[in-house]
């Protein structure tokens, strides 16, 4: 009797955890708004700004709302420089936004700094307020196995459609 007990228990048990979905094998789709992460922001500029560092304007152009440390202009261990796509196009590593200007300065010189400069002096150092041609937001990086493959893909047949455009 004892064998018999203990056989419903093993049994009840694998019928338990075989029919509980695994988290691992739960699609994306089954949770939506769940996702999290970053997005991925592809951009293109009215002149090269590769090299030079992005800060945050205000929507009237006028005062800064953000801006990194020298110590905040590095992506991985390596220089934050963006990553140069087709026809033009660069993806962001440092936050691009709609209200993004470049500073005088290169990624280079601003991680020399021995300290932050203040608010009124990088905004003296803004070279363009208005330096974007176009972004486009594509979407959380999670969605892409390999961004730069997969960008380049759709820059090359001109659908960007899926993404959305900021500017």
Request: aromatic share 12%.
């Amino acid at each position: 009797m004892k064998s018999y007990s203990l056989f419903k228990i093993l049994l009840m048990s694998v019928l338990i955890f075989s029919s509980c979905k695994s988290s691992s094998k739960i699609q994306k789709e089954e949770l939506p708004g769940f996702v999290t992460g970053p997005n991925v922001i592809i951009y293109k500029t009215t002149r090269d700004y590769s090299k030079h560092v992005p800060v945050t304007l205000s929507d009237d152009k006028k005062t800064l709302v953000s801006y990194p440390a020298p110590g905040d202009v590095f992506f991985n261990g390596d220089l934050a420089y963006p990553v140069k796509l087709e026809n033009g196009f660069l993806l962001d590593r440092r936050g691009i936004g709609k209200n993004s200007a470049f500073l005088q300065w290169t990624y280079y010189e601003y991680s020399r700094l021995e300290k932050t400069p203040v608010a009124t002096e990088l905004l003296k150092m803004v070279l363009d307020s208005d330096p974007f041609e176009v972004i486009y937001d594509c979407g959380k990086a999670s969605k892409f196995s390999d961004p730069e493959v997969e960008l380049n893909a759709k820059i090359r047949t001109g659908n960007l459609s899926d993404f959305k455009r900021i500017k």
